[in-house]
């Protein structure tokens, strides 16, 4: 499918490129190893393109737009690699290494640049870890105290690095590959400074738009705010209300979670210790599935031991509500629906509710 405008042939030598500039066309020569490879695909989804180009002795050429957004990929057969049209003449080799190379210092060499850094910190970091397991003198606490002292060197070098990349590439994809990797590691309040200092193209990204909304969802449904309604179909097929079971005069402990999260199931056990201890006239507990298959729902559910009210089959009609990005997501919400707590945890929801619930005698 051609979109936009394309001109793409097979050639017999190498494309040179005959001027080490930026335009608005991105100049593609190729070679491909192995005699039996025909034709490469062209793919750059953004710029609705999606074409395949002839090879003749093993190369080919192609031009396409210029758009420093977006990403593209070319492949052959089991050889493919990423590449950003960035407006420069790009060498492609499809062989036993996979390589998209630029004479001119642009978005692609940065492109370049990022993908190698993220791949040698992931090895070093997997190196590290392995031979830190492979110490059998060390007890099981020394091994974790120091996994975790190398993870939170490495994780703090990455996020230092994902810092500058951002700055430097505020108006194109590679700092927004960036940003995906930092943007856990901030505050609301940060990202959205970060998100400020973007180009105005890639504030209209679909992960950018996302972030900016979830911290909007976060800020509308924030702590001491009233709950936020939402409607869902069961998966028995009928109507449920999130108000049908919070705002009714009790404390509610809410989870949401799905039968497919580790750390939801891990939570069930404190969940299950404070339902069992406060659960009557001024306390209850709801688990809302998210992101799941109602039948894992029940299954995960009966097997361990919820026995509290569900909302089943919710998906992402709560969580794109409350911007909740990970779960488990355990909030308290009180009896006037006015949200308590969120983001609890552990011994932290016991140590919540007994602020406002008395236990049973």
């Given at each position: 499918?051609?979109?936009?405008?394309?001109?793409?042939?097979?050639?017999?030598?190498?494309?040179?490129?005959?001027?080490?500039?930026?335009?608005?066309?991105?100049?593609?020569?190729?070679?491909?190893?192995?005699?039996d490879?025909?034709?490469?695909?062209?793919?750059?989804?953004?710029?609705?393109?999606?074409?395949?180009?002839?090879?003749?002795?093993?190369?080919?050429?192609?031009?396409?737009?210029?758009?420093?957004?977006?990403?593209?990929?070319?492949?052959?057969?089991?050889?493919?690699?990423?590449?950003?049209?960035?407006?420069?003449?790009?060498?492609?080799?499809?062989?036993?290494?996979?390589?998209?190379?630029?004479?001119?210092?642009?978005?692609?060499?940065?492109?370049?640049?990022?993908?190698?850094?993220?791949k040698?910190?992931?090895?070093?970091?997997?190196?590290?870890?392995?031979?830190?397991?492979?110490?059998?003198?060390?007890?099981?606490?020394?091994?974790?105290?120091?996994?975790?002292?190398?993870?939170?060197?490495?994780?703090?070098?990455?996020?230092?690095?994902?810092?500058?990349?951002?700055?430097?590439?505020?108006?194109?994809?590679?700092?927004?590959?960036?940003?995906?990797?930092?943007?856990?590691?901030?505050?609301?309040?940060?990202?959205?400074?970060?998100?400020?200092?973007?180009?105005?193209k890639?504030?209209?990204?679909?992960?950018?738009?996302?972030?900016?909304?979830?911290?909007?969802?976060?800020?509308?449904?924030?702590?001491?705010?009233?709950?936020?309604?939402?409607?869902?179909?069961?998966?028995d097929?009928?109507?449920?209300?999130f108000?049908?079971?919070?705002?009714?005069?009790?404390?509610?402990?809410?989870?949401?979670?799905?039968?497919?999260?580790?750390?939801?199931?891990?939570?069930?056990?404190?969940?299950?210790?404070?339902?069992?201890?406060?659960?009557?006239?001024?306390?209850?507990?709801?688990?809302?599935?998210v992101?799941?298959?109602?039948?894992?729902?029940?299954?995960?559910?009966?097997?361990?031991?919820?026995?509290?009210?569900?909302?089943?089959?919710?998906?992402?009609?709560?969580?794109?509500?409350?911007?909740?990005?990970?779960?488990?997501?355990?909030?308290?919400?009180?009896?006037?629906?006015?949200?308590?707590?969120?983001?609890?945890?552990?011994?932290?929801?016991?140590?919540?509710?007994?602020?406002y619930?008395k236990?049973?005698?």
């Amino acid at each position: 499918m051609r979109i936009r405008t394309l001109f793409c042939a097979a050639v017999a030598v190498s494309v040179a490129a005959s001027c080490a500039r930026v335009t608005d066309v991105t100049k593609i020569s190729g070679m491909v190893s192995g005699e039996d490879v025909t034709e490469v695909n062209i793919l750059v989804p953004d710029l609705k393109i999606d074409t395949t180009v002839a090879v003749k002795n093993g190369r080919f050429y192609c031009e396409i737009p210029a758009d420093v957004t977006v990403m593209g990929s070319i492949s052959a057969g089991d050889k493919g690699v990423q590449f950003v049209p960035d407006g420069t003449a790009l060498k492609v080799e499809l062989a036993d290494a996979n390589v998209v190379t630029s004479s001119v210092e642009h978005v692609q060499n940065a492109f370049a640049e990022y993908t190698e850094y993220t791949k040698n910190i992931s090895e070093e970091l997997r190196t590290r870890m392995d031979d830190i397991r492979s110490k059998a003198e060390l007890s099981e606490e020394e091994m974790e105290a120091q996994i975790d002292e190398v993870y939170d060197e490495l994780s703090g070098k990455f996020r230092e690095y994902n810092e500058k990349v951002v700055t430097k590439n505020n108006d194109n994809v590679v700092g927004l590959m960036a940003l995906q990797n930092w943007a856990g590691e901030l505050e609301d309040h940060q990202v959205d400074s970060v998100i400020n200092t973007l180009s105005s193209k890639i504030k209209e990204n679909k992960f950018v738009k996302r972030l900016s909304g979830a911290i909007a969802a976060r800020n509308n449904t924030a702590e001491g705010k009233k709950f936020t309604d939402f409607t869902i179909e069961n998966s028995d097929g009928k109507t449920v209300k999130f108000s049908d079971f919070v705002g009714k005069g009790k404390y509610v402990l809410v989870d949401f979670w799905a039968s497919w999260c580790g750390p939801c199931k891990r939570e069930i056990p404190n969940i299950k210790a404070v339902y069992d201890k406060y659960k009557g006239r001024e306390f209850d507990v709801l688990s809302v599935a998210v992101w799941d298959r109602p039948e894992a729902t029940k299954a995960s559910a009966e097997e361990h031991g919820v026995v509290w009210s569900q909302i089943i089959n919710a998906q992402s009609v709560p969580t794109e509500i409350y911007g909740i990005e990970g779960i488990p997501h355990i909030m308290l919400i009180g009896p006037d629906g006015t949200i308590l707590k969120r983001n609890l945890r552990g011994e932290g929801i016991e140590a919540e509710v007994a602020k406002y619930v008395k236990a049973r005698k």
